[in-house]
């Protein structure tokens, strides 16, 4: 059954783009109106998100994203047998020598990622940049590895179309201090928008109208490794083409107050999500396990609040 799938895969990944779009369509028609898939969640999200919209606003928002969201699985099966050359024009990045740059000064880089656009597509940043010049260097992103070992395989082999390479979430810190201790620097990608396992308090911030646990672990392993960070701030154009700016986020995460590069990736996503709502991966239960602010914290002095909440020395019973 799955040999059956995989033809099919990779029969509709060789045709061309008006094919693809074709079938895109098709599945949104089918996702949309006729099972639904998660209706339910995707106004929800909105409803809470976007409190001072109207609902007819909001439904423009809701048939925009699901258009996007079909088009995002097409475009991804598309990576099968997509050119380099066709890659490159489809999706352009901007400032990706800043990845180059980290690997010269002898840093690794990480890099904030979210679920908007084309997340599959910004593992295609390693044309951007002379990856040639830095062969030594490991070139990837974070997963994590699917229960279904047949689809596991699939998207790994999708995931490292580009010359990149996928470390499972279980063992990145361990397996990126084995790299330094090469002294083979890293560009590590994370997903960041996804709510903390359970084991991880996680950076609570007022996100979308909504209390929000961050993930902590790529600020805490680029603060063990002195790491750069960058933010891969994803614009949509038109079908099929995006735009990717890596964004700044700091020079040596280890210099800096603990929360604070969290805290700006946020607020870039945030912004990026409130100008153009439609490309978020609005499907995701993002708020699934609430979460509380803490007692102190608003908005306006976030950064300062964890910084002193930080250095706050803890206090225990005798």
Not at 218 to 238: M, N, Q, T, W, Y
């Amino acid at each position: 059954m799955y040999s059956l799938l995989g033809w099919a895969l990779h029969l509709l990944a060789i045709m061309p783009w008006w094919v693809i779009y074709l079938h895109a369509d098709l599945l949104y028609f089918v996702a949309y109106y006729v099972i639904g898939y998660r209706k339910k969640v995707v106004r929800q999200n909105l409803a809470e998100c976007f409190p001072d919209k109207s609902a007819k606003e909001r439904k423009v928002i809701e048939k925009e994203f699901y258009h996007h969201f079909t088009d995002y699985v097409a475009e991804t099966l598309k990576l099968l047998h997509i050119s380099d050359d066709d890659m490159r024009r489809r999706m352009v990045f901007h400032n990706a020598g800043i990845i180059e740059d980290a690997f010269n000064n002898g840093q690794s880089i990480v890099l904030y990622a979210a679920h908007y656009g084309n997340w599959e597509w910004v593992t295609s940043v390693t044309l951007w940049f002379n990856s040639a010049a830095h062969r030594d260097a490991v070139q990837g992103q974070v997963y994590q590895p699917l229960e279904n070992e047949w689809f596991d395989r699939f998207f790994l082999r999708l995931r490292q179309r580009f010359n990149t390479v996928c470390i499972s979430q279980r063992v990145i810190l361990r397996e990126m201090i084995s790299r330094e201790r090469e002294e083979r620097h890293l560009g590590i990608g994370f997903i960041a928008d996804q709510h903390p396992l359970s084991n991880d308090e996680g950076h609570v911030l007022d996100f979308l109208h909504h209390p929000t646990a961050f993930i902590t672990g790529p600020e805490a392993i680029g603060r063990k490794l002195h790491c750069r960070a960058a933010f891969f701030d994803v614009r949509k154009l038109s079908r099929g083409h995006y735009e990717c700016t890596l964004v700044p986020l700091s020079d040596d995460i280890a210099a800096e107050p603990h929360g604070s590069v969290t805290t700006r990736y946020a607020r870039l996503l945030e912004r990026r999500i409130e100008a153009e709502p439609a490309y978020w991966l609005w499907t995701h239960k993002r708020w699934k396990r609430p979460v509380t602010f803490p007692d102190g914290y608003n908005k306006e002095n976030e950064l300062e609040f964890y910084t002193r909440k930080k250095n706050t020395p803890s206090t225990s019973n005798n």
